[in-house]
């Protein structure tokens, strides 16, 4: 999440639910439409002095097809995630999570009282 926030600080409930509605459509775009390669094998060899490593990975699929692919879900959810799949546009979905992130960073942050030293008044300004 650092990748969409950096060191950010989010405090007050505005945030907080705006946040949660970030995170559900983030939940889907990862795990409906970003591959994820896995590591099947790693070797490391020595070639005139020099360490290679070797890594063979498997086939990219998303989460939700290796999920399917497991059989730990029953036949009924799966169609019930595939349809959600089927129904949702990736790059409208990615467009709305740049929005929301844009629009958290827009909102004001909260003032709490262990920060007030950060904050010069006039009378310590002056000094």
């Known amino acids: 999440m650092r990748a969409y926030f950096g060191d950010a600080r989010f405090d007050t409930l505005v945030h907080q639910r705006l946040l949660d509605q970030l995170y559900d459509q983030m939940w889907l775009y990862y795990n409906f439409f970003q591959p994820v390669l896995h590591l099947r094998d790693k070797q490391s060899s020595t070639v005139q002095g020099e360490l290679h490593i070797h890594r063979k990975g498997d086939k990219a699929q998303t989460p ?3 999920l399917c692919a497991s059989g730990v879900l029953v036949e009924a959810e799966q169609a019930r995630l595939r349809t ?7 790059r409208r979905l990615r467009l709305g999570i740049y929005q929301m992130r844009d629009q958290l960073f827009d909102l004001p942050l909260a003032c709490r009282p262990q ?4 904050i010069l008044d006039e009378e310590t300004a002056e000094v």
């Open 64 to 66: 939700l097809e290796r």
């Open 84 to 90: 959600l799949r089927a129904q949702t546009n990736p």
């Open 115 to 118: 920060d007030s030293w950060l």
